[in-house]
């Protein structure tokens, strides 16, 4: 199997996760010093810090969120894939989506980073 498509099938392995609401599946692709940077400038680092970030989305917090694949492009030479989607989920009693962006920086079959970026109503400002 090439590089290109392993990371094909652990990238797509990985988002199945989210839609089928298993955290455990999800976090299992991290690696131990992994590091997720979420859309809105908090950085969690390390499998705790990680788990402890997506647990209120997989415990239901934001009722049922699925992400529909958009675009993805591979750089196998790096290990990086950019994975563009949808998210669906309903905020007030009425359903919505969003579109988003996955940077994923894979070592081996590792997640060592995962950078979320939104398209958001408001900009985040530092």
């Known amino acids: 199997m090439s590089r290109r498509d392993e990371l094909l099938s652990l990238t797509t392995a990985f988002m199945e996760a989210f839609n089928t609401n298993d955290l455990e599946a999800m976090m299992s692709f991290f690696a131990p010093h992994g590091v997720y940077d979420e859309f809105n400038a908090n950085s969690n680092e390390g499998i705790d810090a990680v788990r402890a970030a997506f647990a209120p989305q997989f415990d ?24 563009s989607w949808r998210c669906t989920l309903t ?5 919505t989506s969003w579109r988003g962006l996955d940077l994923l920086h894979w070592e081996g079959d590792k997640l060592v980073r995962k950078l979320t970026y939104a398209k958001a109503k408001v900009p985040l400002f530092e």
């Open 91 to 95: 905020v007030k009693g009425q359903p």
């Open 60 to 83: 239901g917090a934001f009722g049922e969120m699925k992400f529909l694949d958009e675009d993805l492009f591979i750089d196998a030479d790096t290990g990086k894939v950019m994975a």
